[in-house]
């Protein structure tokens, strides 16, 4: 699989604060993002996307970054609440013509102080 | 129907065991995808279904044998697993290139 690393493998944060997450990927054939949100005993759950022809994506409370030319990705909450603590994982997707392949990074742990 | 099921939540098998994972969607999405998630770790990827035909296999070992019966249903046939093999086991689905992945709550598999 592809390199796909997080710069902090923890974060905490209080509540009401913003919280940023980073990610840097490897290959530059990467032309699709995802950030997931997985809690404790679950699935990853889908959170926001962004292509390579955008550099910014806006969602209810989230954001996220793209930043081609240094490989780098972030998600940024903002007022973060209780409800925000999980593992969030970034993933990259590369098509190829064997398939659409996905590659995650190592995550990074928020915990939200109330 | 926005949902990937899968079945069981869990289970414990011995090692001489057969057991198959089962995971279904019906939300029209051409690729399904199977993924081993060890704790603290990311989901890493094992099997790709493009068009209910296999495309990728990231060099899994043959203890662990993945089917596509039609576009909503993917199995994992298990046999003859390692303790190591105990792991959360996602599927996944994709309606397409650059159009996100959804995730099923992962079946948790404990070999004894």
Request: net charge positive; with cysteine; charged share 15%.
């Amino acid at each position: 699989g592809e390199s796909v690393g997080l710069h902090l493998p923890t974060l905490s944060v209080q509540e009401g604060d913003n919280s940023i997450i980073n990610c840097a990927y490897s290959n530059s054939a990467s032309d699709y993002f995802i950030w997931y949100k997985q809690e404790s005993g679950k699935g990853p759950q889908f959170i926001i996307d962004i292509r390579s022809n955008m550099d910014k994506r806006q969602g209810q409370r989230v954001t996220v970054l793209l930043n081609k030319t240094v490989k780098h990705l972030s998600l940024q909450i903002a007022a973060t609440q209780p409800g925000d603590s999980a593992v969030y994982f970034c993933a990259e997707n590369i098509y190829s013509n064997t398939g659409n392949q996905f590659y995650f990074g190592t995550g990074t742990s928020l915990t939200v102080i109330p | 129907d926005t949902e990937v099921t899968q079945t069981p939540k869990h289970l414990v098998m011995g090692m001489t065991n057969k057991k198959s994972l089962k995971c279904e969607q019906h939300m029209g999405h051409r690729a399904m995808y199977w993924y081993k998630q060890k704790a603290k770790k990311p989901p890493e990827l094992m099997f790709v279904y493009s068009y209910e035909k296999l495309s990728i296999n990231e060099s899994v070992p043959s203890r662990f044998s993945p089917e596509c019966p039609n576009s909503s249903l993917l199995n994992l046939h298990l046999h003859a697993l390692q303790p190591e093999d105990s792991a959360l086991y996602l599927c996944a689905s994709s309606p397409g290139q650059g159009r996100g992945q959804y995730f099923g709550p992962g079946t948790r598999l404990t070999v004894t």
